[in-house]
C-alpha cells in the first residue's frame, strides 16, 4: 500500500536552533515528493516539488532533500513565523502524511 | 491568495442533510482536486477531475459525489451527513495532471455536522 509517513509529529524549536523534518515513502512508482507549509485553519501552500534522489532546493530557511527512501526538510535558524505544520506527500500520488508541527519560541 | 475559491467557508448543517461545497479553480487550470482534512486523518485524497472527466478516485464514500463543469468550477456534494464528516475540506487545482504539475489550495470549507 503507498504510504507516506512524517516524523517527528511535533517538533519545538528555540529560535535559531536548525534542525530536519524527516518524510519517507514507500510508494510504487514514486514520481515527484511535494512538501508543502499549513498554517492553522488554512490551506496548505506550496513548497517544494522534488524529482530525483540527490536533489536538492531551498527556499529562505528552508531546504528540502531526497534519496531512493525518504525526504529531509532541514530548517535553518528558524524563526517564530516559520511556526507552521509541514506536509510532504506523493506528487503523481497524490497522497500527503499527516504532517511534522512545528514550533519555534523566540 | 493561492486563486482558488472555495464557497461556503463556514457551513453548520444535521446530520442526515446534504450540502454542496464549491470551488472555482486559479485561472487557466484545468484540474480540480478534493481533499478532507480531519484531525485525526490528516489530508486525505477523495477525487481529481481534469477538463470535465474524472482523472482519479481516493478515498471518497459513496455517499460523496463530484462533479466538474463546463466553466472549470467544481462542486463536492456530501449527503447523508454524519458526524464523522465534520471536516476541513479543501479544493485545490493545477494547471494539468501529474506530478510536474504544482498543486494550489484554496481556504477550505469548514463543515460541522451536528
Known amino acids: 500500500e503507498d504510504q507516506v509517513t512524517q516524523s517527528p509529529e511535533a517538533l519545538r524549536l528555540q529560535e535559531g536552533e536548525s534542525s530536519s523534518l524527516n518524510c519517507s515513502y514507500t510508494v510504487s512508482g514514486l514520481r515527484g515528493l511535494f512538501w508543502y507549509r499549513q498554517d492553522p485553519g488554512k490551506g496548505p501552500e506550496f513548497l517544494f516539488t522534488?524529482?530525483?534522489a540527490g536533489e536538492e532546493k531551498e527556499k529562505e530557511r528552508l531546504k528540502a532533500t531526497l534519496t531512493k527512501k525518504e525526504s529531509f526538510l532541514h530548517i535553518t535558524a528558524p524563526k517564530p513565523e516559520d511556526s507552521a505544520t509541514y506536509l510532504c506527500g506523493g506528487a503523481d500520488k497524490l497522497i500527503f502524511g499527516t504532517g511534522t508541527r512545528l514550533q519555534v519560541f523566540p | 491568495d493561492s486563486g482558488v475559491t472555495q464557497t461556503p467557508k463556514h457551513l453548520i448543517t444535521a446530520t442526515g442533510q446534504r450540502v454542496t461545497l464549491r470551488c472555482s479553480p486559479r485561472?487557466?487550470?484545468?484540474?480540480v482536486y478534493w481533499y478532507q482534512q480531519s484531525l485525526d486523518q490528516g489530508l486525505q485524497f477523495l477525487i481529481q477531475?481534469?477538463?470535465?472527466?474524472e482523472r482519479a478516485k481516493g478515498n471518497i464514500l459513496e455517499r460523496f459525489s463530484a462533479q466538474q463543469f463546463p466553466d472549470l468550477h467544481s462542486e463536492l456534494n456530501l449527503s447523508s451527513l454524519e458526524l464523522g464528516d465534520s471536516a476541513l475540506y479543501f479544493c485545490?487545482?493545477?494547471?494539468?495532471w501529474g506530478s510536474g504539475n504544482t498543486i494550489y489550495f484554496g481556504e477550505g470549507s469548514w463543515l460541522t455536522v451536528v
Open positions: 522534488l524529482y530525483s
Open positions: 485545490a487545482s493545477s494547471l494539468g
Open positions: 485561472s487557466g487550470d484545468l484540474s
Open positions: 477531475y481534469y477538463n470535465g472527466e
